[in-house]
């Protein structure tokens, strides 16, 4: 049996956190059409008879701009030298740039093994592959390349295989029924995050963060939950609740639904706003709010 932990890195937006949700088979990441979705390293197990692949997912690469961010690239940086393998996510639709092939020839000399997905297929004419992967050999690039679709599942068998070749021989990391190293309350706060980042525009959601003050589970299998959102300005607190509290209602009960369906039971869900100012300059409010490293 061949088992080790895999380190999925690339630029925001290259579809990382959908890529793992697919090969797991299940939700662990929440994903956007935003950068700066993923703030925190998630685990996702996949779990076969002959191996056992660990993904970490990751913040990505950004350029820093604050505390969180820096401390989202730190994220990306030590957990790339702390696996079994690579997996390089390149987004085929936006194409492939000098930048790329830059980070992975950075990230290949680590001197862990290391593999190039490239997702969205779907969305990219077929004629435009090999150019690109033409681009990244003459670039230097020696890793193997899998052209995939998260979206469509295409080409993730082929790639599972590759990853798993590429592990060491050993026993299980983790139970057969792990599929990730996160708490049901950290996936019912980023559920609401989700829907956030879908619903506003990017400078909101950059600046919000959830904190589930109450998780409870009643005696008749329903739960109980109550969350804060914490945004940087009062303006965006207006807009976050919106005329006579709609947008928040609207928001709240696309979230809760989500949570339902991945607790597979009916919740009863309670939001609060809160301004705290700069709370993504403050290393201790990251903290408290459940971000960056422990
Ligand atoms: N068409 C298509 N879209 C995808 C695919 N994979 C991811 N996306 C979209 O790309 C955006 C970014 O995905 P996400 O997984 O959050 O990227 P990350 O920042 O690298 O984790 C989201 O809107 C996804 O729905 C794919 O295979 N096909
Ligand atoms: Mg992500």
């Known amino acids: 049996m061949r088992s080790g932990t895999v380190a999925v890195i690339g630029r925001a937006n290259a579809g990382k956190s959908t890529l793992i949700n697919v090969l797991v088979g299940e939700k662990v990441a929440i994903v956007s059409p935003k950068p700066q979705t993923t703030r925190d390293r998630i685990l996702g197990v996949l779990t076969r008879e002959a191996y ?7 913040p990505g690469i950004y350029k820093s701009r604050n505390v969180l961010t820096e401390d989202m ?3 990306t940086e030590t957990t790339s030298r702390d696996v079994d393998a690579i997996l390089y996510v390149l987004d085929g639709h936006a194409g492939v740039r000098e930048e790329d092939a830059q980070l992975i020839r950075k990230y290949a000399s680590l001197g862990v093994p290391l593999l190039v997905a490239l997702t969205k297929t779907d969305i990219m004419p077929a004629e435009n592959l090999p150019a690109e992967v033409k681009f990244l050999a003459d670039a230097g690039v020696e890793a193997d390349i899998y ?12 790639l599972e295989e590759g990853i798993a070749a590429m592990l060491p021989e050993g026993d299980k990391l983790f139970p057969d029924d792990v599929v990730s190293d996160r708490s049901e309350k950290f996936m019912i706060a980023e559920l609401m995050r989700e829907k956030i980042l879908l619903k506003y525009d990017e400078e909101i959601p950059h600046g919000v963060a959830v904190v589930v003050h109450t998780f409870k589970r009643r005696e008749n299998g329903t739960y109980e939950i109550g969350l804060d959102i914490i945004c940087e300005k009062q303006a965006h607190k207006a807009i976050l609740i919106g005329k006579q509290g709609r947008a928040l209602k609207e928001t709240a009960s696309f979230a809760r639904q989500d949570m339902e369906k991945f607790l597979g039971a009916k ?12 709370w993504r300059d403050s290393e201790r409010l990251i903290k408290e709010f459940g971000y960056g490293e422990d």
């Open 73 to 75: 690239m730190k994220t």
């Open 267 to 278: 919740v009863f869900l309670t939001t609060y706003v809160k301004v705290r100012e700069d």
């Open 147 to 158: 052209p995939v679709s998260a979206r469509r599942g295409r080409g993730l068998k082929k």
């Open 52 to 58: 056992q692949i660990a993904f970490v997912d990751t």
